[in-house]
Every structure is written in C-alpha cells, then in structure tokens.
C-alpha cells in the first residue's frame, strides 16, 4: 500500500488496554482515527485488520495505516532544483531562496516551494502531498522545514502551539538600534485597505518578537539584528521593525528603501525542534546569502 506506516509494540506496563486509548498515546489524534477509518487507512494487530474498540495485550504488534495523501489540485510539480539541508523518514528542511514563494497564488502560480518538493516526491516516489510545518514570505530566504505526512505534520503543529519549535532570523534594518537586545510585544492584524498589507492593531492577535543587535554599520546606517519569534504572525518581523521606527532594507511595503537590496533583508538562519519519533533535539543553521553578505561586508 503506497501510504505510511507505524508500528508499535504493546509494553507490560501499558496492557491490557483498548486500542483507542493505546493510540492516544502515541498523540493520534480522533481526527486521526475518523480519517484512518472512512479514507483508506487502515488498523492492524498482530497483522489482523481491527477496530479501535480492540483490548490489547502486552507483546502486541500495533500498525497504523495512514490513508493514501492526494496533492491539491492547486499544485502541480516542477523540476525546480532544491538546496535539501536535512532529510530523514518524517521530514525535509531546504533553504529557500529569495523570490520563490513557498506556495503558488494567483499572482504567482508557478516556480513555488511547494512545486519543487511535489517533483521531488515523485523523483524519490514518496507518497505525500506539501506540508509545510513553517512558511517564509517570498522574499524571504532561509530554512523552511517540511513534514513528509499529515502525522508528523500534526505532532510539529503540536510543538508550534508548545513553543517548542524555536526559529531564529537576521535581519538588516534602517538605522541604529539604541537598545542592545529588546522585546517587541504588539498585536498585528490585517489592515483593512490592504489585502496584503498586515498593521500593529489593538483588535490583532498578540505578537512577540525578542531581538539583538549584533553590528552596526555606521557608513551605511543600518544595524544587523538576530531576532526569534515567540509567535508566528503573517509580516511579524517586519511590521514589528517598522512599528519601532526601523523597517527592513529592501521593504518597501514597511517604509524600507530599495537603494541598498532590491527584497526584504530577512534570512531565516536557524530552527530547532525536538524529533517526535526519535526525541532527539535537531538543530539546522543556514548561511547568510550573498546579496546579504555582500551587504555586511560595506562597512
């Protein structure tokens, strides 16, 4: 069956107990099972086709068979070369480069992320569909780090709720900072005359960025910052730059200028998490890009 599987082996601890409880366990979750039972999943013990209503017993074999993943209609592969940084069973992580979106849209419907892995999916015949565990704004570049089935997707969504993902960025922005390290606590919402546009807004959600000046680059009047998001809002970095009176280089939707680099001076450098299968902690770091090396080194 082209689809994942996992198995499990009942301990004497855990036994008896219904199967149900058992792959509660395991963070499997009711919409899990509803998708497993009506979607071409499927649940063994001891190689048996069963109901979640089965009493297990210590020693048991347990094996789940999530349904087959169909691609959205709206994605579509293309051969379109990935920069892969970590691989394994349950994940990817690539470093994308500035300009490519992660996903298509209108204005956009083709040269994503997401078109990318979907042909290398089909390269390697693993059978998924894009599941991005986080997402970078097209002119955004560094790690985005991606689940290779719903699964392992839901348990990362679970880390993202619990804070355990932790995710670092450098950023370039407009003058200098007066404060060498700070925290930036201020909600964001949708400005309303905008379909893109995102606004620091009483009625937004809560947003929190900590930052840290690491250089300033007097001739040039910008500061380099390393900044980690507590939450992840659609533009946080940017607008919570801007909203303290540093906007990015190269954000012009934000009040950056384009006179030093022609995109967002924003690079997504590091991102750790702890690996729901095998609980070791996984730390990825990327280089910063030319355009913004380059940048640095006019001092």
Known sequence: MNTFTFTWYVQNEEAPV???????????????????????????VNKKEVTVRTLLNSGDEVTVWFPPETKSS????????????YEDAHFIAVLKPAGMPTIP?????????????????????????????????????????????????SLMSKQQKDK????????????????????????????????????????????????EKLDYVENSNFSVVSLRLETGRTHQIRVHMASIGHPLLGDDLYGGTLEMIYRQALHSEKTSFIH????????????????????????
């Open 74 to 85: 709206s994605m579509e592969p293309e051969d379109i070369p990935l920069d892969i940084i």
């Open 164 to 211: 355990v993902i932790k995710r670092e960025y450098i950023a370039f922005v407009h003058g200098e900072l007066k404060d060498e390290r700070g925290t930036i606590d201020r909600p964001i919402a949708r400005n309303p005359e905008s379909i893109i546009e995102r606004m620091v807004s009483e009625d937004g959600q809560r947003s929190i960025t900590h930052y």
């Open 276 to 299: 729901p299968f095998t609980e070791e902690q996984v730390m990825l770091v990327a280089d910063l890009p030319q355009d913004m090396q380059q940048l640095w080194k006019l001092r």
């Open 105 to 153: 849209s209108l204005y956009q419907p083709n040269g994503s992320l997401a078109s990318a892995i979907l042909n290398y999916y089909q390269i390697k015949d693993i059978p998924s569909t894009f599941h991005a565990v986080n997402r970078l704004d097209k002119d955004t570049s560094g790690i985005v780090l991606i689940a290779k089935h719903r699964f392992a997707h």
């Open 18 to 44: 219904l199967l149900r409880e058992f792959l509660k366990t395991k963070q499997i979750s009711k919409a899990a099972l509803t998708d497993i039972k009506f979607h071409g999943g499927a649940l063994f």
